[in-house]
Protein backbone atom coordinates (compact mmCIF):
# COMPACT_ATOMS: atom_id res chain seq x y z
CA UNK A 1 0.00 0.00 0.00
CA UNK A 2 1.52 3.67 -0.69
CA UNK A 3 1.72 6.40 1.25
CA UNK A 4 -1.69 8.51 -0.28
CA UNK A 5 -3.30 5.35 0.62
CA UNK A 6 -1.89 4.67 4.01
CA UNK A 7 -3.16 8.58 4.87
CA UNK A 8 -6.08 7.98 3.24
CA UNK A 9 -7.43 5.21 5.94
CA UNK A 10 -5.69 7.05 8.73
CA UNK A 11 -8.11 10.00 8.18
CA UNK A 12 -11.12 7.64 7.46
CA UNK A 13 -10.39 6.13 11.03
CA UNK A 14 -9.57 9.73 12.84
CA UNK A 15 -12.64 10.71 10.97
CA UNK A 16 -15.13 8.15 12.61
CA UNK A 17 -13.31 8.15 15.59
CA UNK A 18 -14.08 11.88 16.04
CA UNK A 19 -17.28 11.93 14.63
CA UNK A 20 -18.67 8.53 15.40
CA UNK A 21 -22.01 7.51 13.53
CA UNK A 22 -24.27 5.56 15.24
CA UNK A 23 -23.47 7.35 18.55
CA UNK A 24 -26.08 6.49 21.56
CA UNK A 25 -27.99 3.78 23.19
CA UNK A 26 -31.52 3.35 21.27
CA UNK A 27 -34.66 3.16 23.91
CA UNK A 28 -36.58 0.74 23.22
CA UNK A 29 -33.89 -2.27 21.82
CA UNK A 30 -34.16 -5.99 21.76
CA UNK A 31 -30.34 -5.91 23.05
CA UNK A 32 -27.50 -3.91 24.53
CA UNK A 33 -24.29 -5.81 25.43
CA UNK A 34 -20.70 -4.33 26.43
CA UNK A 35 -16.95 -5.08 26.51
CA UNK A 36 -14.28 -3.68 28.10
CA UNK A 37 -10.56 -4.39 27.38
CA UNK A 38 -8.80 -4.70 30.27
CA UNK A 39 -4.98 -4.16 28.79
CA UNK A 40 -5.82 -0.51 27.44
CA UNK A 41 -8.99 0.56 29.23
CA UNK A 42 -11.21 0.88 25.58
CA UNK A 43 -15.04 0.19 26.68
CA UNK A 44 -17.69 -0.49 24.00
CA UNK A 45 -21.64 -0.57 24.53
CA UNK A 46 -23.62 -2.43 21.36
CA UNK A 47 -27.09 -1.63 20.60
CA UNK A 48 -29.69 -3.47 18.37
CA UNK A 49 -32.74 -3.69 16.98
CA UNK A 50 -34.04 -6.95 15.58
CA UNK A 51 -36.49 -6.88 12.85
CA UNK A 52 -37.55 -10.25 11.14
CA UNK A 53 -34.23 -11.73 12.03
CA UNK A 54 -32.28 -9.18 10.65
CA UNK A 55 -30.46 -6.42 12.42
CA UNK A 56 -32.38 -2.83 11.44
CA UNK A 57 -30.39 -1.08 13.82
CA UNK A 58 -27.40 -0.49 15.60
CA UNK A 59 -25.89 1.61 17.87
CA UNK A 60 -22.79 2.03 20.32
CA UNK A 61 -21.62 3.71 23.03
CA UNK A 62 -17.94 3.91 24.57
CA UNK A 63 -14.38 5.15 24.95
CA UNK A 64 -11.19 4.27 23.66
CA UNK A 65 -8.43 4.64 21.05
CA UNK A 66 -9.01 5.45 17.59
CA UNK A 67 -9.19 1.80 15.92
CA UNK A 68 -12.04 0.97 18.55
CA UNK A 69 -13.99 4.07 18.30
CA UNK A 70 -13.48 3.75 14.27
CA UNK A 71 -14.01 -0.24 14.11
CA UNK A 72 -17.81 0.15 16.50
CA UNK A 73 -19.25 3.36 14.27
CA UNK A 74 -17.66 1.21 10.81
CA UNK A 75 -19.34 -1.75 12.58
CA UNK A 76 -22.83 -0.13 13.06
CA UNK A 77 -23.36 0.34 9.28
CA UNK A 78 -21.55 -2.25 8.02
CA UNK A 79 -24.08 -5.07 9.90
CA UNK A 80 -27.36 -3.20 9.28
CA UNK A 81 -29.52 -5.77 7.02
CA UNK A 82 -27.54 -8.49 7.93
CA UNK A 83 -28.67 -12.03 9.71
CA UNK A 84 -28.03 -12.46 12.77
CA UNK A 85 -26.04 -15.54 11.87
CA UNK A 86 -23.90 -13.91 9.59
CA UNK A 87 -23.13 -11.23 12.41
CA UNK A 88 -22.49 -14.01 14.56
CA UNK A 89 -19.36 -15.13 11.48
CA UNK A 90 -17.84 -11.83 11.80
CA UNK A 91 -14.14 -12.12 12.74
CA UNK A 92 -10.66 -10.33 12.37
CA UNK A 93 -11.06 -10.29 8.67
CA UNK A 94 -13.99 -8.17 9.29
CA UNK A 95 -11.89 -6.06 10.86
CA UNK A 96 -9.20 -5.55 8.69
CA UNK A 97 -11.88 -4.80 5.72
CA UNK A 98 -13.92 -2.16 7.88
CA UNK A 99 -10.38 -0.50 9.15
CA UNK A 100 -8.60 -0.98 6.06
CA UNK A 101 -5.24 -2.23 7.86
CA UNK A 102 -3.99 -5.36 9.15
CA UNK A 103 -3.49 -5.27 12.81
CA UNK A 104 -1.00 -6.86 15.19
CA UNK A 105 -1.62 -9.16 17.83
CA UNK A 106 -2.21 -6.17 20.63
CA UNK A 107 -4.44 -3.95 18.43
CA UNK A 108 -6.34 -6.85 16.88
CA UNK A 109 -8.53 -6.75 20.36
CA UNK A 110 -8.94 -3.18 20.43
CA UNK A 111 -10.72 -4.17 16.22
CA UNK A 112 -12.38 -6.69 17.67
CA UNK A 113 -14.04 -5.44 20.79
CA UNK A 114 -17.19 -4.04 19.01
CA UNK A 115 -17.71 -7.39 17.04
CA UNK A 116 -17.14 -9.04 20.35
CA UNK A 117 -19.71 -6.77 22.08
CA UNK A 118 -22.49 -7.07 19.10
CA UNK A 119 -21.91 -11.40 19.22
CA UNK A 120 -22.53 -11.52 22.96
CA UNK A 121 -25.78 -9.39 23.10
CA UNK A 122 -27.01 -11.22 19.77
CA UNK A 123 -26.20 -14.33 22.09
CA UNK A 124 -28.69 -13.07 24.80
CA UNK A 125 -31.17 -12.20 22.30
CA UNK A 126 -31.38 -15.42 20.79
CA UNK A 127 -32.01 -17.28 24.22
Known amino acids: MNND??????????????????????????FVSGEYNPSCGDTVKICGVVTAGKLSKVTFEGSGCVLS???????????????????????????EKLLGVKLGLNRL???LLSIMALQKGIIEYKK
Open 109 to 111: RCG
Open 69 to 95: MAMASKLTDFVVGMSLDQAMSLDEETV
Open 5 to 30: MLDLYKHDLVDHSRNPRNYGLLQPCD
